[in-house]
């Protein structure tokens, strides 16, 4: 008859001279946990425990009764107490329901309840609860042990912590949502900048009576197009400051002229789509005012004021918007009708941003004030409308 000899140290494995494992034993009770042979196989029982012992997922085993208080633990290796907190003394003649808690799915629960009844492996996922009360997600799998006779005798439970898989899986997801709606936009940001370029050019070219003519005022309305587009781009999520697009139009226009330009208001920002056809607004008032207002002379002055005006009348604010010139060295008489000008501050910001306009020339320079709706449409955000000190552009 062949020797048997035992191996060391956590899992003592029984094993015959030939290789076959007999009986593998907890060393802490001497409790038996199997008694499987593996005809054929001829491998050195102590790689069985070194790998028990070494594998980086929480390796169970219980005793086989399902009714309270079983089944109870037997065997933690030391995984287990790397991922839980618990040390083998404290998890040995518990059951592992101690690991359970409130978020522990009922419904996974029942359905490992129902198949470990019949006799089947179980695989699923759950949440679990660390000895410091924090939780994690496992990969849980557990196979029963059966003696010759195919009774179960134990169960062996292996869990892995998939609380970081699932995160970065939740993060790419999010990230591939993210990167549909970015190229959405873009696709949408693409199309309308596109239909706006197109409608410049054609507009420009119905008011101009040159190709000198046309060149030099699609150019400028190019240019500011692409300010507010720039402005847009490096946040489009932010809404765009009324304040900085106005500041920057003037600065374009007159950036020689330091004290020409005074700028009061209140924080707007003002969503991306108003904000280009209100750029373009703006700059047909500078270009006005630079070529034939009041910034043709030295003493003339641009104050641009706006505010929140009807507060007290919910869903009927309105943010006016004052641009005013004093100082002209000439009377600004209006232009022929039909300029691009003229147009775009009396057709498209009413047609687009429902706004009302109200122009008038008079010997001092060009005086315009927009009203424009405080709704969704138009701005992202106002704050405090309270009275502030004019400030040199």
Known sequence: MPSCRNSEPALRFTT?????????????????????RTPGHHVDPALFGVAVEAAGEAILITTPDLQDPGPVIVYVNPGFTRMTGYTREEAVGRSPRFLQGPETDRAVLDRLRAELAAGRPFHGETVNYRKDGSTYLIDWLITPMRDRAGEITHWIAIQRDITQLRQNEAQLRNAAEQRGLMLGELQHRVRSTLAAVRGLARRTGDTSLTAEDYAAHLDGRLNALTRVLGVIGQDPGAGISLESLVAEELLTNIAHEGEQAFISGPEVLLQPRAAETFGLALHELATNAVKYGALTSAQGRVTVRWWIEGEERQGADRLIFDWVETGAQHP???????????????????YELEAETTIAFTPQGLACRIALPVTPRVLRSVEDARSEPLRRC
């Open 16 to 36: 015959c001279g030939s290789g076959e494992v007999l009986r593998v034993t907890d060393a802490t009770n001497s409790s038996p946990l199997d008694r499987t």
């Open 332 to 350: 600004v008489l209006a232009p022929q009708p039909g300029g691009f000008g003229m147009s775009l501050l009396q057709d498209t910001l009413p």
